[in-house]
Structures are given as C-alpha cells and as structure tokens.
T-cell receptor, first 110, second 120 residues
Framework: DQQVKQNSPSLSVQEGRISILNCDYT??????FLWYKKYPAEGPTFLIS?????DKNEDGRFTVFLNKSAKHLSLHIVPSQPGDSAVYFC?????????FGTGTSLTVIP | GAVVSQHPSWVICKSGTSVKIECRSL??????MFWYRQFPKQSLMLMAT?????????EQGVEKDKFLINHASLTLSTLTVTSAHPEDSSFYIC????????????????FGPGTRLTVT
C-alpha cells in the first residue's frame, strides 16, 4: 500500500517559469516531510523539508507547502532552471521510517 | 552536506553467487543506516534499518537470510545479497542518519550514490 503518492510521473516546464510538483499522503501520523532530488544512477540529495506543524517553508528558489487537511504537499521551484531537471521524490516520516513517493521527473526546457 | 559513499557503484555477477555492497559515512558517525531498493520507475523501497552493534530490522517481505546486513561500526554498514538471482537485479541505495547532536535526534538522512546490481 503506497502511503505517499506522486501522481504525475513527469512534468515539463519552460526555463524561468514555475515548476509545481505535487505529493499526496494517506497517513495523518506523518510528522515530517521532505523533498529529494535525484539524478540518474545517483542517490537522492536532500532539497527541503517541512514539519507537520508548519504550512510553508522557503529556501531560495524552493518552497514547500503543506496542507494537512487535504494530506497534500507541493514543491514550488521558481524560477525553474535547466539544472533543476531531475527526478523529485517526496518523503514522509513516521517514527523511525521514511516513506517515499514514486517520483516525478522534471524537465526544464531552455 | 554529509557524505555517504557506496562501493561498488556497479556490479555484475552470475546467478548463484553472493555480492557485498558497502556503505560508509565519511564525515559523521551514523548510528542508524537504511538500505533501500529501487526498481525502474518505482519508489525507493525500504528494505531494512540497521543500528550499530545490533541486528537489522527488516521490512515485511524482505528475506533476512538473503539480504544480510552488518553494521559493525559507526561508519560502515554492508549489505550482502546471497545466492543472487536475476530478479535481485536492482539499484540499491543506503542512507545514514547521524546520531544525537546536543540531545536532539537528527531526523535527516544522507544518501549514498547507489549500487547497480545486475545478475546474469
């Protein structure tokens, strides 16, 4: 049972525009959410996180929004750059475990 | 950020042989290490959690006798795929979590670059 879902397997955005990646989860006990960026044949690298007690966290071009009532979080990247092209995973923490979504492949078109 | 290395990065082995994958945290002591497996176009699936000096905790459906995990030191964990079969071909990724810092548990985990296993 997939507790963390990313329903869009891919997304294409023009350079300079906003990229919005979405993530839905089912377990209301998750208390910490993270976004990871992954290039092919490499391990994920941490991007940004948000605690369940907040609804927004911003770090430079990256902003994560959390809507607990909808069990939904999103990652906004603005402005998008070609180097942002990668697979983005959202993850949720419960206890000692992290649960990952299936990833969204972002392509930023120059 | 913290550095986690994996060795080898890619290994090809014959069916029936065993393969050992190493995961090292290079600049911090990792009290907890995680092993994940990723199939193409699928999510990272947690296989097991290992704590230094104790037995690993395996996720449901993961054969502990097939995927042997050893976390002998605070900087090294190994995953041994025993009697590998073609269906074990996958991308294996480890991650490490630092220990207590100023009495605050660090929830962040740092991933290794992954190991691609191909079993022929």
């Amino acid at each position: 049972d997939q507790q963390v879902k990313q329903n869009s397997p891919s997304l294409s955005v023009q350079e300079g525009r906003i990229s919005i990646l979405n993530c839905d989860y089912t377990n209301s006990m998750f208390d910490y959410f993270l976004w990871y960026k992954k290039y092919p044949a490499e391990g994920p690298t941490f991007l940004i996180s948000i605690s369940s007690i907040k609804d927004k966290n911003e770090d430079g071009r990256f902003t994560v929004f959390l809507n607990k009532s909808a069990k939904h979080l999103s990652l906004h990247i603005v402005p998008s750059q070609p180097g942002d092209s990668a697979v983005y995973f959202c993850a949720a923490r419960f206890g000692n475990q992290f649960y990952f979504g299936t990833g969204t492949s972002l392509t930023v078109i120059p | 950020g913290a550095v986690v290395s994996q060795h080898p990065s890619w290994v090809i082995c014959k069916s029936g042989t065993s393969v050992k994958i190493e995961c090292r945290s290079l600049d911090f002591q990792a009290t907890t290490m995680f092993w994940y497996r990723q199939f193409p176009k699928q999510s990272l699936m947690l296989m097991a959690t290992s704590n230094e000096g104790s037995k690993a905790t395996y996720e449901q459906g993961v054969e502990k006798d097939k995927f042997l995990i050893n976390h002998a030191s605070l900087t090294l964990s190994t995953l041994t795929v025993t009697s590998a079969h073609p269906e074990d071909s996958s991308f294996y990724i480890c991650s490490s979590r630092p220990g207590l810092e100023n009495s605050v548990v660090s929830y962040e985990q740092y991933f290794g670059p992954g190991t691609r296993l191909t079993v022929t």
